[in-house]
């Protein structure tokens, strides 16, 4: 199931944006720091940066739900394992972006390596 943009809310973003505000640009998940808008730090290769980018997942997979207690920041890995256990609404190519491995029972997320350059 895509995503349908037409099911959020004509405010999403600020919204949105309230809540990461509200988590100081934390995971809720993984407490891992994301990058505010704006920061894009050269040093960081693209997977990085997208690994350290927050987004607002909704607990209930209801977009039109958009109360407080719905609404959780997420880092991109979180969201995507979160939205990879439940249904196809992120892409095996998006995926893959990704390794998951279970440690000690803790979830590590690390670049998959099949997918760096080989330079
Ligand atoms: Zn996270
Ligand atoms: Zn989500």
Redesign the pocket.
């Known amino acids: 199931m895509p995503i349908n943009r037409q099911r959020y809310a004509d405010n999403w973003s600020t919204i949105a944006l309230s809540v990461k505000e509200a988590a100081l640009w934390r995971?809720r998940?993984?407490g891992?720091q994301c990058l505010r808008p704006g920061e894009k730090p050269s040093n960081l290769t693209r997977s990085e940066w997208t690994m350290a980018t927050l987004s607002v997942h909704h607990a209930n997979f209801i977009p039109e739900d958009n109360r407080p207690e719905n609404l959780i920041p997420?880092?991109t890995?979180?969201h995507i394992v979160i939205h990879g256990g439940r249904n196809g609404n992120i892409s095996p190519g998006q995926l893959s972006l990704f390794r998951y491995i279970y440690e000690n029972g803790v979830l590590k997320i690390l670049p998959n390596p099949d997918l760096l350059p080989l330079t």
């Open positions: 995971c998940h993984c891992k997420l880092c890995p979180c």
